[in-house]
């Protein structure tokens, strides 16, 4: 059934596998010698880009009955790829990558589409040009990469200031051939899927985390051991189903098997904030990661919220979600300190407000912070959404149409293949 303002969410649902660890799962069994098998690996366009690039750079990875078999090669094996390499739209992917080349004594061209050569590369190359690799960049700032790694990479000592978990992990890869002990400090905690998965590797590494800092050391003197790994469901992709659950009473969703690390499930304490009947059911822990179950029974309408610059890290990606949300919730809504918006994608923050007001929401932007004037009616709805080939974009104002009268008018929604491919097809399934 098409979804529009009559629509419920019903049934049990399985996400696709978890985006950011998909990334990670084959670039690091990809440095370990031996057999590694991924089942449920994300098949999205970023993701597949990701495993392409780790073949150019000499990983052995073989499709077998839905799962993926990778045969890796040590740190510092890296081969020089034939080709440039092309990341698509996939920020993660050129990033990681770019750190994990970094320190290897080869040269790579790395490239991606119009909407990643505008996403800013400086605030990680800078960190890795420390350790001695030569990186051109365009405008020193932009894609396309030119790379020169460094067989002798200088082990140093890391300060983030950004919280960005893309930094944090290029120079956690660019470590696996740095002889010595990297130290690495972070001022905000961000995802720590790249930690967790060298943990259950056999990896030399330490994390300690107080209220202020989060701090790592590493020390490549114990090699990757190989590991069978099935990818939990994607909480990010979760989070539409979960959110449209929550946006309209009587409706009743099960999630099976969804990633509940800590540093992702940020949405989830703000929609339970807001009133969202969400119960977590059979939390487990599955290498070094949280995997739960949950169960939605929407009772009732959802209430505003604040947000504050502290809360966004954790759920940066779900903003543009939680903005429709806000949009049906009663009062007004803030979400502080957006500024990491602007440099995703596309320019989230403006695209967010833009395409409220196209739907018949009012909403303001100040400084970076976002207003959203909610309420219970109905909205207008039938506006032509600009999403700037954002999947993020695109999935929002879709589960839009379950508040507005009129379903909006989107054009050209293949971009939504770089994250989740399955998601109109899914969404249908489950709305009654």
Known sequence: MPLNYKSLIKGSYFPPGDKSISHRILILAGQAIGRSKI??????EDVINTLKAMRLLGGNIVRKDKNYEVFGIAP????QPKTKIDFGNSGTGIRLICGLISSNNIEAKLVGDNSLS??????????????????????KSFPPISLKGIGNAVPLTFEILIPSAQIKSAIMLSALNTNGTIKIKEFKTTRDHTENMLKSMGYNIKVKENSVHRYIEMRNNKDLKTIDYKVPGDPSSAAFFISAACLKPGSKLVVKNMLFNKTRVGFIKTLIKMGGDIKIISKRKIHNEYIADLKIHQKRNLKSTILEPEDIPLQVDEIPILSVVASFANGLTVFKGLKELTVKESNRLLLIHKNLKKIGVKSLIKNYDLYIYGNYNL??????????????????????????????????????????????KHISQFSN
């Open 39 to 44: 089942y449920n690996l994300l098949e999205s």
């Open 118 to 139: 505008k996403r800013p590369m400086k605030r990680v190359t800078q960190h890795l040009s420390r350790i001695g690799a030569k990186i051109e960049l365009r405008k």
């Open 76 to 79: 510092g094996g890296l081969f």
């Open 379 to 424: 909205k207008k709805g039938g506006g032509i959404i600009n999403h700037n080939d954002d999947h993020r974009i695109v999935m929002s104002f879709f589960i839009a149409n379950m508040i507005c009268k009129k379903n909006n008018v989107i054009k050209d929604k293949s971009c939504v293949k770089t994250s989740y491919p399955t998601f109109f």
